[in-house]
């Protein structure tokens, strides 16, 4: 199975920017599945965030980041990315990559997750 890996989360104040990465351990690649990002505030149940499809071609979001986040992929690199622009404290949450992604649901494969702190 394949195991995802995240990175590049951390303490940013709020109107800062932030860069997920995740990608796949033991050389299994990604460039067949469609991949999202969820996240889980304290208290609060896990939440879709941002997904694309397999070949980039299509991208969706969350109401709460659309025009702030932003989901690529770069096949060569084997990487999903989440950039992160114009945060709010109510971003504050652990940011998880999954897959593979159908209409908002996440799958079975999931990172371990990696913490964004937004400060006012």
């Known amino acids: 199975q394949v195991q995802l890996v995240e990175s590049g989360g951390g303490l940013v104040q709020a109107g800062g920017s932030l860069r997920l990465s995740c990608t796949a351990a033991?050389?299994?690649?990604?460039?067949?599945?469609?991949m999202g990002w969820f996240r889980q505030a304290p208290g609060k149940e896990r939440e879709f965030v941002a997904a694309i499809t397999w070949n980039g071609g299509s991208t969706d979001y969350a109401g709460s980041v659309k025009g702030r986040f932003t989901i690529s992929k770069d096949d060569a690199r084997n990487t999903i990315y989440l950039q992160m622009n114009s945060l709010k404290p109510k971003d504050t949450a652990v940011y998880y990559c999954?897959?593979?992604?159908?209409?908002?649901?996440?799958?079975?494969?999931w990172g371990q997750g990696t913490q964004d702190t937004v400060s006012s």
């Open positions: 999954n897959g593979p992604v159908r209409s908002g649901r996440p799958g079975p494969i």
């Open positions: 033991a050389g299994r690649t990604l460039s067949y599945y469609n």
